[in-house]
């Protein structure tokens, strides 16, 4: 008879992955990305690719000859999302080489150099991001306007509408009718994505559902002391990559706390944080900033908020 | 419907032997009868080669009160009283009895009719745990702590109610479920003698809603006495856990430890347990056998079997046609908590509740990536503690750290590395850091 196999319980598996779970959140981005090659058309289309393929290269590239590792990890998913992720982040007109430097910063000092996968202190795409957005503030700031289907770096621009812009009517913001970045700029096509997330319980309630609140009630506060000088709450909502960042990019897994606990009071910051940045900061888009820095604040909150301890909870009512 | 609060996880149920009838198993030609059957000091052996022995004769001693006695499940002549390998991979003290005939002590009622609490109005509660204590009774859910000391609480605990474990929220295992369709009325009847020997009057059996046919008929059985209340609950694992369990039937949490189930208020026995206290109080039948599901996907006959303690693993297989060609892996008990076998010619005991059969490509581990910190561990934890957290101290030895995070709360359910995507080893680490942490704090308290 063949020897039995021993080993400790418990002996099954759930059949979670981590590619299920890193490729159910490029499934969640699916109608956010048809969303923007219906707006942007080419140059949504080249965008993508190229943040795609760079990520993906650059992560293939640094693993197997930089650090030296043997085991392939381009293949879990998290490299072609952290591409999807960037290229939302980025304008439809931007130029390859641009596109290929943020895909360099983002893979190669935002994720390899903490050790790869589930390492990294700062969310990898954002900080992509950041580092375009500080280095190139001219290309990375002129939105292409919606609806031409052929033009990549030719592409007329305008103003994003939290940079003083005309504002769009809310019903375009939700459906995306504006000029914004690739994933930033249809809602509701996010939305969707978002609830799939939460039906396959790929991420929890708490962190998106914190932020926008958050953003609400601060911004509807705002609103409700100076409607000429601030933003009504529900434009707020919908423009400046809320959603996106809300849904996507505050709730990845290795850069967000671990309890639900902390991952409100990191929702609560977030939402504030972004208010804050908007209405007085220099840029007039904040949720990226907010979110990095509350990348930086994770590993303290995880040091304290504790989830609730089985018998916590009786154990104080009897005092 | 009822669960408890925090954590848990719903892995697949795979009761594959739920409709199959409890039968006997066949006298095996030899049974081994480990000493150590239960938690606590082993029982010593006060047989020696060439007694005769009967079913129901006394094989060993209670080592103390965290003990229990053993007793011999099958006639014939002891021709070993020697170290033994057993389901635990550990060689320890075991009687080996060659079987002849089967002849059965007097003192022991075979016989079918029900005796209700009724029938024997001169039982009294110290009576009844006595009887219990002699009889050798442990948990028979498969934590098999000896049932006597649960019913005699510590000074200044008082016990409100009792709940029966009717849960059986381990995969596969159906043997709890057979026994409620098989023998409700035994199990009540073991239930209302547990309530007169702690002296309550409020009595609960917790049934999962995967068993709607038990829910019915126990309710069914149980509308004559009003004090006891059958709970159906939502199915969701560890609800077999005590503390669980007593949380999703009467919403009150034990406290950490050192705090103890009776805290609450509330005493937990397994249904086999009430089964096992009905037949030896009114039967004056000391445990020597119990119900044990036998099963597996490859496994031809997927059954649940009355079978004598002692008998070896393997003739348990063989009567439920053999062991599959592709098995890769046996287990003592459920997937989730049971412990993988060394060989099957170890001796089942008190505690087994199933034996199950593996295939091979069921029964390896996939390959570990790293921890992605998705905190899924965090949510499935039944006890609210951070299992990634856990894991990562034990493996970097930070053993005040581990103790600072809790670690001795860990109920060892497995629902962490069940439901990893990273597929991390998460409890064996956790099982490193708890059992040396439990080590330190005991050296501290002993100083």
């Known amino acids: 008879m063949n020897k039995l196999i021993v080993s400790l319980s418990p002996h099954v598996h759930g059949k979670d992955s981590v590619r299920k779970n890193m490729y159910g959140v490029c499934i969640a981005l699916l109608p956010a990305m048809l969303a923007s090659f219906w707006f942007f058309g080419l140059g949504a289309a080249v965008v993508m690719l190229t943040s795609v393929v760079a990520c993906v290269f650059f992560e293939w590239f640094i693993s197997r000859f930089i650090m030296g590792r043997q085991r392939l990890t381009i293949l879990d998913g998290s490299a072609v999302l952290t591409g999807i992720l960037l290229a939302f982040n980025l304008p439809s007109n931007l130029p390859i080489w641009i596109i290929v430097l943020g895909a360099l910063f983002a893979i190669g000092v935002g994720k390899m150099t903490f050790g790869g996968l589930g390492q990294n202190i700062f969310n990898p795409a954002l900080a992509g991001r950041v580092f375009l957005l500080i280095s190139f503030p001219v290309q990375m700031t002129s939105w292409p306007v919606p609806g031409q289907l052929t033009a990549y770096t030719d592409a007329v621009t305008a103003a994003t509408p939290l940079g003083g812009g005309e504002i769009p009517a809310a019903t375009d913001l939700l459906f995306g009718q504006m000029g914004g970045s690739l994933g930033e700029v249809s809602a509701l096509a996010l939305l969707i994505g978002c609830a799939f997330m939460l039906w396959r319980k790929i991420i929890t309630w708490h962190i998106p559902v914190s932020i926008l609140g958050t953003v609400a009630v601060a911004s509807g506060l705002l609103w409700l002391a100076n409607p000429e000088q601030y933003m009504d709450p529900l434009t707020s909502l919908l423009t400046g990559g809320l959603v996106l960042g809300a849904c996507y990019m505050a709730t990845d897994y290795v850069t967000s706390p671990m309890s639900h606990k902390g991952q409100l009071i990191y929702g609560v910051s977030i939402g504030l944080l972004t208010v804050i940045i908007r209405n007085w900061g220099a840029y007039p888009e904040g949720m990226s900033f907010a979110i990095i820095i509350m990348n930086a604040f994770t590993p303290l909150i995880n040091n304290y908020c504790k989830p609730t301890r089985f018998g916590e909870v009786r154990k104080e009512a009897a005092k | ?447």
Not at chain 2, 235 to 244: A, F, L, T
């Open chain 2, 1 to 447: 419907m009822k669960t408890f609060k925090i954590g848990g996880v719903h892995p697949e149920e795979n009761k594959l032997s739920a409709g199959s009838p409890i039968r006997e198993a066949q006298l095996p030609k030899q049974a081994v009868f480990s000493m150590f059957q239960h938690i606590g000091a082993p029982a010593n052996p006060v047989v020696k080669k060439g007694d005769e022995v009967k079913v129901g004769t006394l094989l060993g001693e209670a080592g103390g009160f965290v003990s229990a006695p053993v007793y011999s499940s099958v006639s014939g002549k002891v021709s070993k009283v020697d170290v033994a390998l057993d389901a635990s991979g550990l060689r320890r003290m075991a009687v080996t009895v060659d079987v002849e005939g089967d002849e059965w002590e007097e003192s022991i009622d075979r016989s079918e009719t029900l005796v209700k609490l009724a029938d024997r109005p001169e039982l009294d509660g110290k009576t009844i745990v006595d009887k219990i204590k002699s009889a050798g009774i442990v948990g028979m859910g498969g934590a098999t702590f000896p049932t006597h000391v649960k019913l005699c609480p510590p000074p200044g605990k008082v016990a409100e109610c009792v709940i029966v474990n009717a849960v059986e929220c381990e995969p596969y295992l159906t043997a709890d479920h057979r026994l409620m369709l098989e023998h409700p009325e035994e199990i009540l009847v073991g239930l209302q003698l547990v309530m007169k020997a702690v002296g309550v009057t409020k009595g609960y059996i917790g049934i999962e809603n995967n068993k709607p046919d038990a829910i019915k008929l126990m309710t069914e059985k149980a509308a004559q006495y009003p004090k006891i209340e059958v709970v159906p609950l939502k199915v969701k694992y560890p609800q077999g856990g005590e503390k669980q369990l007593i949380d999703a039937v009467i919403g009150r949490q034990v406290p950490a430890p050192p705090a103890l189930p009776i805290d609450t208020g509330a005493i937990v026995q397994n249904v086999g347990t009430c089964f096992a206290i009905y037949e030896a109080v009114m039967k004056n039948k000391p445990l020597i056998d119990r119900i044990i599901t036998v099963t597996g996907k490859s496994l031809m006959q997927p059954s649940n079997l009355k079978a004598r303690l002692g008998t070896p693993f393997s003739q348990l297989i063989d009567e439920c046609g053999g062991l599959p060609e592709d098995t890769g892996k046996v287990i003592g008990g459920g997937p989730m908590m049971g412990k993988a076998l060394l060989g099957l010619e170890v001796p089942m005991t008190k505690g087994s509740s199933g034996l199950l059969i593996m295939r091979q490509d069921e029964a390896k581990r996939a390959e570990t990536e790293p921890c992605i910190r998705c905190a899924k561990c965090v949510s499935a934890c039944p006890m609210g503690l951070e299992p990634y957290l856990l894991a990562k101290v034990s493996e970097l030895r930070d053993w005040d750290a581990a103790e600072h995070e809790d670690i001795p709360s860990c109920i060892e359910c497995g629902s962490c590395q069940f439901t990893c995507p990273s597929h991390r080893p998460l409890l064996d680490y956790i099982r490193l850091g708890k059992s040396t942490v439990m080590g330190i704090i005991r050296a501290r308290s002993a100083k």
